[in-house]
Every structure is written in structure tokens, then in C-alpha cells.
């Protein structure tokens, strides 16, 4: 049986019309709002798309971390990681970016959308240092579109609730996940690996 959705006549006859103050406080500079919420974000997810499909990735730091340059333009610096700059790959096949914003206790979000472009001047990432080290890269983001997005789903599953936290010891450690899923791993050896890597690797 086809499915019902299959463009986006289909879609858009199936969810109706958007609610109209969402598309109202659509801007496309950033306000008051904006500058303090993201100066207030230590973390946010980053979506870029290239030649091998879609990717997320996230990014976090203290709070204000992301550089607001001017009403249109943000500087998200890039910190030491695991080399595989699937971000950064993508961006040099298209510029086109979504960031979602999060500051820990409140429930909306803020969702940026815009071209990104690397940037290594260290004029730009000077600034940007944490304990003495500026970021390897940054990337330039200029904006299209920016927009506070409601916190249904913040609610529903309970983020910052204190009481939705589980207990570390029920999921495994990264070293024991690295040993199921690579062949030829040690657990206590990788759980070391992921230790020093935290505690001396951050930046």
C-alpha cells in the first residue's frame, strides 16, 4: 500500500497550515533575545549535509562560548576532538548549517540556520582561548534565519528534570563499547584512553 505522504502537497495537506506566530517571530537578524540566550548556551547541535549525506554534531563549552560577531554573523570556535571533521567536510561541499541552541533549565530552544565557512585567522580565535589555547578552527556562520523554538519537547521528555538522570553505572563506558564493537580491544585500556583523553584532551 503506497503511503499516504509522498511530496509536499501530501505533507503540508496532512499537518495543515504552520501556527502563525511561529512563522511571525521568524527573523532574520538576531535580537535581544537571541545575543542572551546564546551567551547563556554551553551547548548546542550542529546539522550539515555533504556528499556523504546528513550529519549532527555537538558542540559544547562554557556558557557564551559561540561568538555573536554582529545582528548576523556567529564564530563557533572548533575544539581538540577526534580528527574526523565530518562537520568541516561537509561544510566545504555545502556551506548550509542548523544550529539548536539548549541552555540547561529552560525549556525553549533557539534554532539558527545559515552558510558556514572555516576560518584559521587568529585574530578571530585568540579570543575565543580556553585555559591558553585558542581553537584549532572556527567556523564563520552567517545567518539566514533565526527562530525560539517552543519547549514541547523539552516537557515531554524531561531534560533537566534531576529525577530523569540514571545512574552512570547503567549504560557501559565508552572503553567497553570501543571493545563490542572493535575486535582486538582491551576494556581497561580503553577506559584509561578515555580518562586521559577527558581529563588532559578538553582542550
Known sequence: MPEKIQNKDDLRAHYGEPVPRTVQRQLSR???????????????????????GADASPKGDPPGFVKVVDDTTLLLPDRRGNRRVDSMMNILDN??????????????????????????????????????????????????????????SIIRSRLWDEETKIERSAFPTLGQIVVDQVPGKNVAEEDALTERVYRDELY
Request: net charge negative; charged share 25%.
Open 95 to 152: 556551506p548550509g548549517v542548523g544550529l539548536i541552541f539548549f541552555v540547561p533549565g529552560v525549556e525553549e530552544t533557539l534554532r539558527v540556520n545559515g552558510d558556514a565557512r572555516i576560518t584559521t585567522d587568529p585574530a578571530l580565535l585568540e579570543p575565543l582561548s580556553e585555559r591558553g589555547k585558542p581553537p584549532e578552527s572556527g567556523l564563520l556562520i552567517e545567518l539566514k534565519e533565526a527562530f525560539f523554538h517552543c519547549g514541547k
Open 30 to 52: 538576531l535580537d535581544a533575545h537571541c545575543r542572551r540566550f546564546i551567551s547563556l548556551s554551553p551547548f548546542l547541535v550542529m546539522a550539515s549535509w555533504g556528499e556523504g
